[in-house]
């Protein structure tokens, strides 16, 4: 026993232990990386990004709608120059040349600090109509030194294309992020501590199925974007973009087809994930498939009616028997999924652009105070609770008790990353910049009255409640419980 089956049984029990927290943990990131690559796109509005700095400044960049860069600067707002007036008036200046409406701010060092300067530069010039979001920096400088981004950027210094993917990652999310190895993103847990590989396989998959699930404009789209298309690859990708700069937009899905390399099969597979946006056939602009155009074609000949005005008239499609145009080809799920397709045509699955509001005047840590009432973007979930960040450069954690008024099983259930939260400050702890919160308004910070997992209270329970009686029956079911229990009967 103690040579051979205790410590056989042992090492195969912990290993069967360490595997499935493995998976727990890569699971966790993959649902963390899924809900930030699907988070709101802002959409195609021009924005001026500020990746904030103290001595080396802020680094400035100028996006038009498309994401395409137009201007650069760098400014010292802050200590030790100081140029605070000077910086308003290049900031101004480049909003006004180029027509900005959205200001993002990265949420490194200064990035408070700099949130009120662009505050500031918002009462400067009213006219612009300027709105400012703070953005994340996760994996900014991971990008901005890749191959990638010296491709991309050739003459750009290294820190000014860290705030050109502030602003693209502001605008569309999933464009941007795609760009960024999915590990450098760090929204999972214990995520240096498993299998590299299994880590890698799982988010590649997270990655694809996000970008499939949103589509794919071909005539904006980047190479790395395209890459994450079913059935293409960096080569095949790479084709398109280089197709596309020869000869312009693509027309038509079919189109498609003269790219080098893109052979039938592939067309197949990838068609329906890509975007051909007011081309020759208001189809492409859609999920329909090019395989089922016939069907649409017929649904319109039968209906007496042009393609084009059948698309979003939600009306008259919901008035249609999918059943009437089904035949050996195209069954009834194919035709329902087509209808709901031609109602709401390249719908975005992401949810609606929303900004959270960090309060004025708390911008570090010493700022905080027990019992405030903040709000927060939630940065990350993990399987013991969330982290919010209340723009203080260290997110606070909210445990799972204190999530919800409810018991809380699984954080998901309640949050995500991404989602605006309200938050109350519970503790704080400056010497190991540490912030306690809680999403239950009712809590009193220095009071732990709160259940497991936000159960009942049982903090002033009677002892004879808050335990079983030590001779209670062990489950009957429980072969081991009842064991000890026995023995405690002997030995009474």
């Known amino acids: 026993w103690k040579v051979k089956l205790?410590?056989?049984?042992?090492?195969?029990?912990?290993?069967?232990?360490?595997?499935?927290?493995?998976d727990e943990a890569i699971s966790v990131f993959a649902r963390n990386l899924h809900d930030l690559l699907l988070a709101a796109p802002a959409g195609p509005r021009a924005t001026l990004a500020l990746d904030p700095g103290l001595r080396t400044g802020c680094k400035v960049a100028v996006v038009d709608a498309t994401g395409k860069l137009l201007d650069t600067a760098t400014v010292y707002p802050h200590a030790p120059r100081n140029d605070w007036d000077g910086t308003l008036a290049i900031l101004a200046r480049l909003c006004a040349k180029h027509g900005v409406d959205l200001i993002a701010i990265g949420n490194g060092t200064a990035s408070r600090e700099t949130d009120k300067l662009a505050g500031e530069l918002i009462k400067k010039v009213p006219g612009l109509k300027l709105t400012k979001i703070m953005v994340s920096e996760a994996g900014a400088s991971v990008y901005s030194a890749s191959e990638l981004a010296a491709k991309e950027f050739p003459d750009l210094d290294v820190s000014l294309r860290g705030a050109v993917s502030i602003a693209r990652r502001l605008q569309d999310p999933l464009a941007e992020l795609v760009k960024i190895e999915p590990k450098a993103i760090g929204v999972g847990q214990y995520q240096h501590d498993v299998s590299q590989l299994k880590l890698a396989r799982s988010l590649d998959a997270v990655v694809e199925d996000?970008?499939?699930?949103?589509?794919?404009?071909?005539?904006?789209?980047?190479?790395?974007l395209l890459a994450r298309i079913s059935g293409l690859?960096?080569?095949?990708?790479?084709?398109?973009?280089?197709?596309?700069?020869?000869?312009?937009?693509f027309a038509s899905r079919a189109q498609l087809k003269k790219v080098p390399r893109l052979g039938e099969k592939t067309f197949e597979q990838a068609a329906g994930f890509l975007r051909v946006m007011n081309g020759d056939n208001p189809l492409d602009a859609s999920a329909v498939h090019p395989e089922t155009y016939p069907l649409v074609t017929r649904i319109a000949a039968d209906t007496g009616r042009d393609i084009r005005s059948l698309i979003g008239d939600s009306a008259f499609l919901k008035r249609l028997d999918p059943q009437k145009f089904t035949d050996e080809t195209f069954g009834l799920p194919t035709v329902t999924?087509?209808?709901?397709?031609?109602?709401?045509?390249?719908?975005?699955p992401r949810p609606e652009f929303k900004t959270a509001e960090f309060q004025e005047g708390v911008e570090k840590l010493s700022d905080l105070e027990p019992g405030m009432v903040l709000e927060g973007v939630v940065t990350n979930v993990t399987n013991f609770g969330a982290f919010v960040d209340i723009g203080v450069h260290q997110d606070g954690l909210v445990h799972i008790s204190a999530l919800s008024e409810k018991f809380v099983k699984d954080p998901y259930e309640v949050v995500k990353a991404g989602d605006i939260v309200k938050v109350k400050v519970m503790e704080v702890d400056i010497p190991r910049n540490r912030v306690g919160l809680s999403m239950r308004m009712s809590d009193t910070p220095g009071e732990k009255t709160e259940g497991p997992r936000g159960g009942k209270p049982r903090g002033n329970a009677p002892r004879s409640e808050r335990h079983a009686p030590q001779d209670k029956p062990a489950p009957a079911n429980n072969a081991m419980a009842a064991l000890f229990a026995n023995a405690k009967q002997l030995r009474k």
Request: aromatic share 4%.
């Open 6 to 22: 205790y410590t056989h049984l042992e090492t195969d029990l912990l290993g069967e232990l360490r595997d499935k927290a493995e």
């Open 210 to 224: 996000c970008v499939n699930a949103v589509g794919v404009d071909v005539n904006t789209a980047s190479a790395a």
């Open 233 to 249: 690859n960096a080569t095949l990708a790479n084709n398109i973009v280089q197709y596309r700069d020869a000869n312009g937009a």
């Open 337 to 348: 999924d087509i209808l709901g397709e031609l109602d709401k045509p390249g719908r975005d």
